[in-house]
Every structure is written in structure tokens, then in C-alpha cells.
């Protein structure tokens, strides 16, 4: 959500943290953080992991979501601790808000004129890396057609590229942009969450918003399973699709952690490979990565997902029972 390397205060702070008790062991999920960073501490470092997830690509039909990954590895590292078949029940991430995150996103709703009696589609424009952000073009094609949907859409502000919802805004007509509540940059990342929550649709590239949006989300004051409704669509370019998208249709993929469907829209980019896997390293001149995307696709998905709602509020608003 801030920047896509860890900051000098950042690391400080987890150096205090990890420095605060007498930690056994201390598992680096990050390549971006060195285990030096940690001290004298018995460190496993997330590169054993990576391998398993390189191997894993060339198993099409095998789930090699890197959250997925992650809860296999611990099940390797602690396989004399962790019930039997610890990894295969794994359904996704949990993430836990308080319940004044969830307050703050409904009276950002409610102050907004978001009504809660039509679809909400919440999109994110921007992403850590221009391989995996979509191309200002094709995000200004996407929200002139999702206007035509009967809903209301929330657009990210831009938290590297800076500004980029606005200037998506400036680049409608203005019958267009008057329908799109910008959210912005300042907002806190639990209420951040707690707003998806709230929306029936979220579009995203390849970030770490597309992960909050799959995770299912619970109070962490009661405990309670929040809403967790929200169809996640993803689109990617440069980025391996099934280490970090989520697919509850296609074999190999992990579905998000919803009560909703979840897609992968993947760019047929001839070039990408397995090192497009570090999007951070790439050092290509040009973006071909979503050359080949097909707009109609994601178009014709989210419309049929729309629908769908409209139907199910249309029943809830006249207590018409389902079919």
C-alpha cells in the first residue's frame, strides 16, 4: 500500500521488534529483508520456499499460490508439530480488523451517497511495478464500460503512482467521472479492508491490495465473520498468474478466500517467464506485458457477475425468495 521496498524506519522497527523478545526462531517470508537484519537469531530464510514455488510452475494442475506455499512450508519445517494434512485443508488468508476500521469504511460509504441497495465495484489502479500495473489506457476503457453498469464504483487514489485515480477521473467524460468516488491514499490500511469488504466487486493488477481482497476477513474484537461477499478480479501481466492470482474456475489456481467467485485475467504476453516471478528486478524497456489483454472478457464477466447482484438485492429489497 506505501512503497514497494521496505523503508530505513521500516527495518528499524522490525530489528526493535524482533530484538523486543527472545525469539527461537524467526521465519523471512520477504526478499526484500535480510536476515543480518534479525541479529544473532536462528533465521529460515523464505529462499527454500522460492524453489518449491519455481518447481511448482511446472505442474499446471498443482495450486502453487504463494500463500498456499507458505502454510506447506511451515507444514515442512514443523511436519513433527502441525495435525496431518495441515496444508491441503489450507482455504486462503485470514486477516482480522477491529471493528472501528469497519465503522470508518461505512461512514466513508455513507458520507459518500454510496448507496447499499446497488453493486459496488471497487477498483484499484495502481500497483508496486509498472509490469504488473495496467496500462493507463486500458483501466480508462475498463471504468467507461463498468459506467454502464447500474452501480456505484470507488477508485483507488494511487499510492506509487501517485495521483493515477485522479487522473483516470480527468480522463472521462464528465457524466462518467460523477458517478466514481475517489478513496483516498490517506485512508488507514484496515479500513482500506474493511471498505472491500463492503464492495460486491474488486478489480485489481498484480499488488498487495489483490491479497486483502482475497483474504477472508474476520472482527477482531468478537471474532465474527465479516460480510466477505466480494468477487475478486484480478488481471495480470507480467507476473506468474498462479503463484499470486486467485481463480476459483481454473484447475491449479487458488480460489480467493470469499463467498464469491474470483478470476484471473491473464495477458497471453509471449515473453513472460518464470523470473518475471521478482517483477521488481525486471528491467525490459518497453511494457509489452498486457498487450494481448482481452477487455471484452473481463468485461463480459464482470456484467454477468453484476447482474447477478442486481438480482439478489432486487429479491432482498422485496423478500422475493430464490430460485
Do not use: W
Not at 472501528?100 to 508496486?128: C, Q, T
Not at 460486491?200 to 465479516?226: E, N, Q
Not at 481463480?247 to 523470473?275: V, W
Not at 517483477?279 to 471484452?296: G, I, N, S, Y
Amino acid at each position: 500500500m506505501g512503497a514497494p521496498f521496505p523503508t530505513e524506519s521500516d527495518l528499524s522497527t522490525l530489528a526493535h521488534l524482533a530484538g523486543s523478545k527472545d525469539y527461537d526462531l524467526i521465519i523471512n517470508f520477504s526478499p526484500m529483508i535480510e536476515d543480518k537484519i534479525f541479529g544473532k537469531r536462528n533465521v529460515v530464510n523464505f529462499s527454500i520456499m522460492a524453489v518449491e514455488m519455481v518447481r511448482g510452475e511446472g505442474y499446471e494442475e498443482a495450486i502453487n499460490n504463494v500463500s498456499y506455499q507458505g502454510y506447506k512450508f511451515i507444514e515442512k519445517i514443523f511436519h513433527d508439530s502441525v495435525p496431518p494434512g495441515f496444508g491441503d485443508r489450507f482455504s486462503g488468508a485470514n486477516i482480522y480488523l477491529p471493528d472501528k476500521a469497519v465503522e470508518s469504511a461505512s461512514d466513508f460509504l455513507s458520507g459518500h451517497d454510496v448507496s447499499r441497495e446497488k453493486p459496488i465495484i471497487m477498483f484499484n489502479p495502481d500497483a508496486s511495478s509498472r509490469f504488473t500495473r495496467m496500462p493507463f489506457d486500458v483501466q480508462s476503457d475498463l471504468l467507461k464500460r463498468l459506467a454502464d453498469f447500474d452501480c456505484d464504483i470507488l477508485l483507488g487514489a494511487g499510492h506509487i503512482e501517485k495521483f493515477i485515480g485522479y487522473e483516470l477521473i480527468y480522463s472521462l467524460p464528465a457524466e462518467i467521472s460523477q458517478k466514481i468516488v475517489i478513496v483516498p491514499s490517506s485512508m488507514e490500511i484496515d479500513v482500506y479492508a474493511a471498505l472491500i469488504d463492503f464492495a460486491d466487486v474488486f478489480i485489481t493488477g498484480d499488488t498487495g491490495p489483490l491479497h486483502l481482497a482475497a483474504a477472508r476477513k474476520f472482527s477482531r474484537d468478537s471474532g465474527k465473520s465479516l460480510r466477505n461477499k466480494t468477487a475478486v478480479f484480478s488481471v495480470f501481466g507480467g507476473t506468474p498468474p498462479r503463484i499470486y492470482g486467485y481463480d476459483s474456475k481454473t484447475p491449479g489456481f487458488l480460489g480467493a478466500n470469499q463467498d464469491a467467485p474470483s478470476r484471473a485475467f491473464i495477458s497471453k504476453s509471449l515473453c513472460r517467464n518464470i523470473t518475471c516471478i521478482n517483477k521488481m528486478a525486471k528491467t525490459c524497456k518497453e511494457v509489452r506485458c498486457f498487450k494481448p489483454l482481452d477487455h471484452d472478457e473481463i468485461i463480459s464477466v464482470v456484467a454477468g457477475y453484476i447482474e447477478s447482484i442486481h438480482n439478489r438485492y432486487i429479491r432482498q429489497k422485496y423478500s422475493i425468495p430464490a430460485k
